[in-house]
């Protein structure tokens, strides 16, 4: 049973389209989060919703808008995409939003803009 | 502002040997640190993490991790590695607040020869 699911694994896109990855997780925890890792495999957070509600929200452009529809998951729709926005996405959560509690992270979503 | 750093991009050791994977860190107030590894075309796994409490930090696969204050750092330790150790190792900090980000170093690739 995985824990932190994504879909779809791969997306391969063309610029100026608009695309959404999902992500699910079934470990009953009330935070989620999106990583974004460049090609250098730098991670860095992108959003993060406890409860549904959005906690963390960092400088990540207008065209990325998280959606929760409930607190088991977690989408990410891009808007416009662009050929920088070309990386793996993760996503990831925590049982609760405390600094301490560990984050479980999804297998990734590559996506490619050509 | 927190940061981590990880001074090794590749870390090279002989199986059998003991490994060690180097962090610091910066953070306002008490750290709470991470370790993942992250696998080729992988997720990241969790490892361990400190808290508060004990500095010798025991988490999966054998690894253990060092919590020094003194010297803001939190080294990645194994006695002896296996070439299946091989991989793509975080380190990451978040402070002991409220809303704030988990932060990962760039990253230090190991790699276990036989």
């Known amino acids: 049973d995985t824990a932190v699911s994504q879909t779809p694994k791969y997306l391969v896109t063309q610029m100026g389209n608009d695309k959404s990855i999902k992500c699910e997780q079934n470990l009953g925890h009330d935070t989620m989060y999106w990583y974004k890792q460049d090609s250098k495999k730098f991670l860095k957070i992108m959003f993060s919703y406890n409860n549904k509600e959005l906690i963390i929200n960092e400088t990540v452009p207008n065209r990325f808008s998280p959606k929760s529809p409930d607190k088991a998951h977690l989408n990410l729709h891009i808007n416009s995409l662009e050929l920088g926005d070309s990386a793996v996405y993760f996503c990831?959560?925590?049982?609760?939003?405390?600094?301490?509690?560990?984050?479980?992270f999804g297998p990734g979503t590559r996506l490619l803009v050509l | 502002a927190q940061s981590v750093a990880q001074p090794e991009d590749q870390v090279n050791v002989a199986e059998g040997n003991p490994l060690t994977v180097k962090c610091t860190y910066s953070?306002?107030?008490?750290?709470?640190l991470f370790w993942y590894v992250q696998y080729p075309n992988r997720g990241l796994q969790f490892l361990l993490k400190?808290?508060?409490?004990?500095?010798l930090v025991k988490g999966s696969y054998g690894f253990e991790a060092e919590f020094n204050k003194s010297q803001t750092s939190f080294h990645l330790k194994k006695p002896s590695a296996l070439v299946s150790d091989s991989a793509l190792y975080f380190c990451?900090?978040?402070?002991?607040?409220?809303?704030?980000?988990?932060?990962f170093g760039k990253g230090t690739t190991l790699s276990v020869s036989s």
């Open positions: 990451a900090v978040r402070a002991n607040q409220a809303g704030t980000a988990l932060i």
């Open positions: 400190y808290i508060t409490g004990d500095n």
């Open positions: 953070v306002s107030g008490n750290p709470y």
């Open positions: 990831a959560s925590s049982q609760e939003p405390s600094s301490a509690k560990t984050q479980y």
